[in-house]
């Protein structure tokens, strides 16, 4: 499976900031030297994708803005003998930056949808910015290198964590169908449910983050909408392919970081230092 094209929605208005993000978009505050979008973004370059649609909400235009070139500005610190600030930067001088609106708050599969027309790639990679992945390997290039493992170019592939049972009413929620014999942490899902109770929760394998998407999954995004404020989500989408597409998933290996939440940002960036 060759992946070219990611979606990255970050179109969410990040209200557990306030009142930081008034003004600064979530995904710009710092993790380490760089912003927790260029995060995201530099994980897409590790698996060869260079084309990569941001989905945003009006007044988050700083995010794309920070990848483009800024020629007065490289003009200037090369001026003043400074322009090594800008050289980290230059990786995405190649990178193909589109960038769509989601002007109402749906959820994700409609912040997905406002992308679907710009998508051409057969498999599209989506990014949800609240997940960072630490280890050898990105979460991409596991769901990547799952793909090759099994074969399967038509299928899905979702990133899976093992959470609390507690916490299973925060996550979508997998039943596994089959372990592939050569590595136990792909397996082909029969079932998922999103945000069971702990008490009825099938499992508690959630779905973290990352996943990779054929055109036959986004074929049935607009049919989905679960009744709740015309709510159109990812999860109902890939249960309504279940018995024409493949779904996997992957057990994710490393340390995920959520940064979501407070909490979960300060951790991030201890890690980070």
Known sequence: ???????????GLGTRFLPWTKAVPKELLPLGNQPIIAHLVDECLSVGIREICFVISRGKEAIPQYFYQDPALEAELKRR??????????????????????????????????????????????????????????????LRDAAKLTGDDHGAYVALQDIPQEHTHRYGIVTVDTRHPKDERVMKLKGMVEKPKPESAPSTLGIVGRYLIPQSVFAVLPKVSNGEGGEIRLIDALIASLSTTPVHGVHCEGIRLDTGTPEGFREAVKIFE
Request: proline share 3%; hydrophobic share 40%.
């Open 1 to 11: 499976m060759q992946l070219t094209q990611a979606i990255l929605p970050v179109a």
């Open 81 to 142: 003998g400074k322009s090594h600030f800008l050289e980290q930067l230059k990786r995405y001088d190649e990178v193909k930056f589109h960038v769509v609106y989601q002007d109402q708050q749906l959820g994700d599969g409609h912040a997905i949808l406002q992308a679907v027309g710009w998508a051409k790639s057969p498999t599209v990679a989506i990014l949800f910015g609240d997940d960072l992945f630490l280890g050898k390997r990105s979460g991409l290039e596991q």
